[in-house]
């Protein structure tokens, strides 16, 4: 039995049983993948996968119970070569971070500046993407920690934690209607055309489900994972823009005025999430305090290694 085994069959569960897949992912060959996970199949003396031909369709029952097991296995082999590097350097490594556009351009400039004072020969590795990859990439060990709003905390081998409380704003041209508006509501701001993020991106759930609940269908125009790009195109006279608070002082170089959408949509909060049972080195905690000051290295240790009942 070996790691290259485990690997195999970690992958090849994670990517749908796509063998070409995996075999990317592994820098190796599809036979090689097969050879493997069937050497390993032998030693073991059950089918982790169940088979149609060649191909792989799924996991059998042994394979079931097999595969968390492995999993475990992995996460501790990473630990071991983290726990090493922590006590042979406390100072230097990477800390990988996968997060949105929003996250990156507006809150993470600060923390980052912070924390590269306190650990200036750490790099910084900055992933951007959408929640679902952004937990896919925590979850593979490909970033350290996740940073989004919707979706962490539906992931079951994730350890999210609540960072902080925000809303979305509506930013309009400056000779726009609605900024004579006394009290902007929801049926005026659906006479308009309107740009927002795309399906899945900062709190974009919180601005469909506003509309639905108040039997109203919006024309939205345009959307984009960018708010900044979205307040380009509300410059040009294309639509109403609806985007996170964190980005709305960033209109006035697009000429743009805000109005307060706290009421019409639901608040947002921002999340941080690292991958269950996973040993986080020291300056990996210190980012997570500079992100997340409300909570504790005590907390954060005890919920990351807690099983996953016992967990937030």
């Not at 300056?283 to 016992?310: G, H, N, T």
Request: glycine share 8%; proline share 4%; aromatic share 8%.
């Amino acid at each position: 039995m070996n790691f290259q085994q485990l690997r195999s069959v970690r992958e090849t569960s994670r990517r749908g049983f796509n063998l070409t897949e995996v075999a990317n992912v592994l820098f190796t060959s599809q036979p090689g993948v097969s050879r493997q996970i069937r050497e390993l199949e032998e030693e073991l003396g059950v089918d982790i996968f169940e088979r149609n031909g060649k191909r792989l369709t799924g996991l059998t029952e042994p394979g079931k119970s097999i595969l968390p097991i492995i999993e475990r296995l992995l996460v501790e082999a990473e630990n071991l070569q983290r726990a090493g590097d922590e006590f042979s350097d406390q100072t230097r490594g990477t800390l990988s971070i996968a997060t949105t556009h929003t996250q990156a351009r507006y809150v993470l400039p600060e923390v980052v500046q912070q924390f590269r004072g306190s650990y200036p020969d750490v790099r910084i590795a900055l992933q951007q993407s959408s929640p679902e990859h952004i937990a896919e990439w925590v979850l593979s060990g490909k970033a350290d920690i996740g940073i989004a709003t919707e979706g962490l905390s539906q992931f079951k081998d994730l350890v999210s934690f609540a960072c902080y409380e925000w809303n979305h704003m509506i930013v309009v041209p400056e000779d726009h209607p609605l900024l004579n508006q006394h009290v902007l509501t929801l049926e005026e701001l659906a006479r308009y055309p309107l740009i927002t993020y795309d399906q899945g991106f900062t709190g974009r759930s919180h601005i469909d489900a506003a509309f639905s609940h108040a039997g109203l269908r919006p024309d939205i125009v345009l959307t984009a994972m960018d708010s900044d790009v979205i307040q380009q195109y509300v410059s040009l006279g294309l639509g109403v823009g609806i985007i996170a608070s964190m980005a709305a002082e960033s209109g006035r170089s697009f000429g743009l005025r805000t109005l307060y959408g706290k009421h019409l949509f639901t608040p947002n909060v921002t999340r941080l999430a690292v991958r269950r049972g996973t040993y986080l080195r020291t300056y990996i905690l210190d980012f997570i305090r500079a992100f997340a000051p409300s909570l504790s290295v005590d907390a954060i240790r005890e919920a990351v290694m807690a099983p996953e009942e016992q967990s937030e």
